[in-house]
């Protein structure tokens, strides 16, 4: 995260950062170290603890001809700040009649994972998809991590950044060089016959695992990874499901109005004809997120779940 | 509820301050020009021409007339869902303000923010907000651009007096001022907030003045209704966001004339503060006054009767423009200029 950032940083001087802890502390997950150094305390800034007035300053700053990004610590924080959200951000531009200019990025830590209890740990990329005028990225790999952040920071609108917090511990290849990716892409990480499994964020590592279990099971799957909500890549998805011709998506947000209820309805009223079977989604129940290892393990969608969802769905 | 003069207000306003007389007519043909197109704006509801709701300056028109004017061409104005005054104040000429009013294709807003949200980038008015305490964070930001950028440029935020009751407000004058940020925030104290009077729930009797030592900021109160002193206020709070010293909080004690919102008719409040208030219009009081030092009543009128001219040209123009077209509905989500979310 901190080599995204710094690129970014890097790459266009009104380019600034700030948030709770981020800069001389270097973050609460330590995924801004060295920043603060590199790029000095007027372009990287700690703030107090005030949600609202670290969004109102990204917005004004955006307005005015600057690129911030700003952290929300943990994504269930975006509750006490949804005004500046909901109300300023994402609807500012439509309002004025296309007078008003938001480039800016809020990145922030979602997810389950840590065993942080319910106030800490929701995924809540779906409160974001619900509001028109906001894109909602949310990547799965340390290379999108990056390149999906140079994106979002280059994108003139407002994008919300989910970072799944129990992947921060997670490795991956990154290429040298700097690497800025498409918003609006999904990926097909693994090609199978027999069905799509969509996910996103930290559920994309569970379906590439399940996968392979499934493929000792003679099971084909095909793994897309969602990777930005708005837009929405349906191309993708549709071309899948055309050709394995069964649907799943693996969802970390709670049931109710999850994401893949979007994706599952798109599917539903433009490629009924292709399935050949129902369509399901694998959620996290509708709870908050409890804490103990045992209960926050049940709760989230784990691969071994998808393999028996997958398993008995296809009979 | 306290009056006037418990306030420590003159009965009328003292007008002690001097400016040069370009100026002093200038100020009264900014206020003149809220006045009449409110006032213009109010009978159209009552034709029903102006549809939803709206929210008069009516009685406030020195705090947007003063800043207005002390403001430099570049500064930002926010404002609140009570924006219509503040607007005319950037020089937004009226015809495109009442076309919005009237849900006008040649709206300031192309019809798409209505009376709430009145905004005039090109003249630097940023926008007027309808969440109570939001914008005051929003004007940080556009300060801490000024700074960053080194451009001189200041941030000035009009909001009421029950606004500093909300979190945003305090979160927002605690950030202005840790960071020095060029920012002037206005409270317009009318002593209501909708139909609740804010002394009723307020911990300190000044909402504003009584909380800034709390962000290290001196105490400034000033008499709304005084243009003059509104006047000196703003350009002494805009030299000092300008010169790097940081942020001023500004409570301008006024009244507004009428209830809240159009469906208001401001029922609750007693007979006599209403004419003690009245006897401190803003405009009239300030027109006696400029007769009395010396104005010819002739420049008067005709400024009275300039104004009335673009008001009624203007509300002809906004009557006679089409409707928006449908298909901005699904327009300017994007900066694309388009609301596709999907391939
Ligand atoms: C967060 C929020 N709460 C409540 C409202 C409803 N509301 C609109 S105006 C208003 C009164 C605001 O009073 P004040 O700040 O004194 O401003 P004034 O209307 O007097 O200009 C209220 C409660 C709102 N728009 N936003």
Known sequence: MARGIAQELEHDDRVVFLGEDVASAGGVFKSTVGLLDRFGPRRVRDTPISEQAILGAAMGAAMTGLRPIAEIMFSDFLAVCWDIVANEIAKTRYMTGGQVSLPLVIRTANGGGLRFGAQHSQAVENWAMAVPGLKVVAPATPRDVVGLFAAAVRDPDPVIFFEAKGLYPGKGEVPDGEIVDELGTARVLRNGRDCTIVALAAMVPRALEAAETLAGLGIDATVVDVRSLVPLDTRTILESVAATGRLFTVEENPRLVGWGAEVVSIVAEEAWSELSGPAVRITTPHVPLPSADALEDHARPSAARIVETVRKTLG | ?343
């Open chain 2, 1 to 343: 509820m306290p009056t006037p003069t418990d306030l420590g207000l003159p009965e009328t306003p003292a007008f002690a301050s001097r400016v040069d007389d370009e100026l002093a007519l200038r100020l009264y043909r900014s206020m003149l020009r809220m006045r009449r197109l409110e006032k213009r704006a109010y009978d159209l509801f009552l034709q029903n021409l102006v549809k939803g709701t709206s929210h008069l300056a009516l009685g406030q028109e020195a705090i947007a007339a003063a800043f207005g004017e002390a403001m430099r061409a570049d500064d930002w104005t926010f404002a609140t869902y009570r924006g219509h005054a503040h607007t005319l104040a950037r020089s937004v000429p009226m015809e495109p303000v009442m076309a919005e009013l009237l849900g006008r294709s040649t709206g300031l807003l192309s019809g798409k923010g209505g009376s709430m949200h009145l905004t005039s980038v090109e003249h630097h008015m940023m926008g007027s907000y309808a969440i109570v305490g939001a914008h005051l964070t929003v004007a940080n930001g556009a300060a801490w651009s000024a700074q960053l950028r080194g451009t001189d440029q200041v941030a000035v935020c009009f909001f009421g007096d029950g606004t500093t009751n909300i979190g945003a407000f305090h979160e927002a004058l605690n950030l202005a001022a840790t960071w020095r940020l060029p920012v002037v925030f206005v409270c317009e104290n009318n002593f209501w907030m909708e139909y609740t009077p804010i002394d009723t729930v307020t911990a300190v009797p000044r909402p504003a003045a009584d909380r800034s030592a709390a962000y290290g900021l001196e105490p400034v109160f000033v008499d709304g209704n005084d243009v003059l002193a509104m006047y000196d206020a703003a350009s002494a709070a805009l030299a000092r966001a300008r010169s790097g010293d940081g942020p001023t909080l500004v409570e301008a004690a006024t009244y507004r004339h009428g209830g809240h919102s159009r469906a208001d008719p401001g029922k609750y409040r007693a007979e006599d503060e209403i004419r003690a208030w009245l006897a401190r219009d803003p405009i009239d009081t300030y027109r006696g006054h400029l007769v009395a030092t010396g104005v010819d009543e002739a420049r008067l009128k005709e400024i009275d009767d300039d104004v009335a001219r673009e008001l009624d040209e203007a509300t002809e123009a906004a009557k006679a423009a089409p409707p928006p077209d449908v298909d901005l509905v699904e327009r300017d989500v994007w900066a694309d200029g388009g609301a596709s979310w999907r391939n």
